[in-house]
């Protein structure tokens, strides 16, 4: 019995309860984003003008928007697009920032003072701001939310790869790899970059949750994936000219923000625990 009251222990301490509602949040999103994909309950983008403005109801669980479309199958098809735009901005933000901070931080020298000059530059301007300075270059759609976000998120993950790079650069093991011959190239995919890893994996999780409020944020304003695409900050901005008679519009994308970012940042909480070792000790 003791056995077992101490395992039930350990298991509870090794999974925080944060752990379990963030994680929990994270799959709700994603099987919901699935189910907008794979089998919604009705077309999110196709209008029944017969069925304007309709409460929630047994047949419409969310109600349904301006232009008859079910409310919930258009939260599920936004999921699945919030989730897109935000991977896809942080990976292309992972992919160039791992490359530039890893050989600023491992050369160091002129490379290195000319980066940082760069970053800091990029990093004066708020992202949101930068965000959509790019969206007007790149343009309303997918891919222009995905690079504008990427190249916004990019200053942030150099200053954090470069820093972690420029301690292991130090180390003997480096030293030692650069005596052997190695090149340059194989020293930072073999030793620089995998030592970096721990803080870019907090970072990322991140920048996954500010990915997702961005989005929001642009499609919001209008400079996000164009209409009629279901996206969460659009339905927001559709809702505005109905809230007095149907706040159901705005109530059920808000709300499913709320929960992934709930889930993003009590997820992106305990990882952080987990590898950083000063948390640990605490």
Same mark, same amino acid.
């Given at each position: ?47 029944? !003008?017969?069925?304007?403005? +309709? ?10 928007? +301006? ?8 939260? &599920? ?8 735009? /935000? ?13 530039? @901070? ?5 050369? @160091? ?19 949101? !701001? ?41 180390? +003997? ?30 970072? =990322? ?6 990915? &997702?409020?961005?989005? /929001?944020?642009? /499609?919001? !304003?209008? !400079?996000?994936?164009?209409?009629? =695409? ?30 992934? &970012? ?21």
């Amino acid at each position: 019995m003791s056995i077992l009251v101490m395992s039930a222990s350990a298991a509870k301490r090794s999974m925080p309860l944060r752990t379990i509602v963030g994680l929990s949040l994270i799959a709700l999103v994603l099987v919901a984003g699935l189910a907008g994909l794979l089998a919604p309950p009705f077309d999110p983008v196709e209008p029944d !003008l017969m069925a304007r403005l +309709q409460p929630p109801s047994p047949e419409h669980w969310m109600g349904t928007d +301006q232009f008859g479309r079910d409310v919930f199958s258009r939260v &599920l098809a936004g999921a699945i697009s919030s989730i897109a735009i /935000s991977l896809g901005a942080v990976s292309f933000a992972v992919l160039v920032g791992m490359v530039i @901070g890893s050989m600023a931080g491992y050369f @160091g020298g002129n490379l290195d003072r000319g980066i940082g000059f760069l970053t800091d530059a990029l990093m004066a301007f708020p992202g949101i !701001l930068l965000a959509l300075g790019l969206t007007a270059v790149f343009g309303p759609s997918r891919m222009g939310v995905i690079l504008a976000l990427g190249v916004a998120f990019t200053p942030s993950v150099v200053r954090s790869v470069r820093a972690a790079a420029l301690s292991v650069s130090r180390n +003997q093991f480096v030293e030692a790899a650069t005596a052997m011959g190695h090149s340059h190239a194989w020293i930072i995919a073999r030793h620089i970059l995998p030592n970096c890893m721990s803080p870019l994996i907090v970072l =990322s999780t991140t920048l996954v949750g500010v990915a &997702l409020l961005a989005e /929001s944020a642009l /499609s919001f !304003l209008g !400079l996000g994936v164009p209409p009629p =695409s279901a996206t969460w900050g659009g339905m927001l901005a559709e809702s505005r000219s109905h809230l007095d008679k149907a706040v159901w519009l705005a109530v059920c994308p808000g709300v499913a923000i709320s929960l992934a &970012l709930l889930g993003i940042n009590l997820a992106g909480d305990a990882l952080r625990d987990h590898l950083d070792p000063r948390m640990k000790q605490r």
